[in-house]
């Protein structure tokens, strides 16, 4: 299994010089550090997609794979995940923001869940968070931030899994996303191939690092 991180942003919200993933949290570690040190007792391989600053995280963390999205300040996490789907070999993959805060439980959760997975909360959502709808049979069929609040089940919190067998279609389905669409609409793309399952990581376990606020929060 590999793992990918998209981490090439300019995270403006947060306000801060570094690439977002370079955080530091309130242990003393960054949000990369965080990620790197769990990823690494279940995945073969990690490759980091970076655009802003890239210099910086490659000092920092030499050892893993680096994909440079050349033209991230034009386009979102589609085809940031796409650079990476595009030069890596099929198989099961994992791949996450490299904003999201998370407990290995939630890791491992994925990890041993269905094939085709998305982390999920099961809560009441907001305007700006990446909602969800599911059909009658479980599967997720929208994943979006236009969903309205009202009908949506939850929110997808951005750590999803892919397996070999579904790489290929998955690949296409980032191939056919816009420059501005999340990789979120690439799961909506595929649905009549694949079938995404939401894995529940139960509330405040996952935290998306976007305001200095968000630092306190009692899941990091």
Known sequence: ?????????????????????????????????????????????????????????MEVQPDILYVYNQNFTQNNTAKSLLKAFEVINEDDIIWLNGDVVFKETVLKKIIEGPENSVAVEFKKCGKEEIKFLLDDDGNIVKVSKEIDTSMALGEAVGINKISKEGFKIFRDSLRRCSE???????????????????????????????????????GI
């Open 180 to 218: 501005n669409d999340y990789f979120e609409k690439a799961i909506e793309l595929s649905y009549e191939k694949l079938k995404f399952k939401p894995v529940d990581v139960g509330t405040g376990n996952c935290v998306e690092v976007d305001f200095i606020e968000d630092l306190k929060m009692p």
């Open 1 to 57: 299994m590999k793992a990918i991180i998209l981490m090439a942003g300019i995270g403006k919200r947060l306000g801060r010089s570094l690439p977002k993933c370079l955080t530091e949290l309130p242990n003393g570690e960054t949000i990369l550090d965080r990620q790197l040190r769990f990823l690494r007792s279940y995945v073969d391989e990690i490759i980091a997609v970076v655009g802003f600053k890239k210099e910086i995280i």
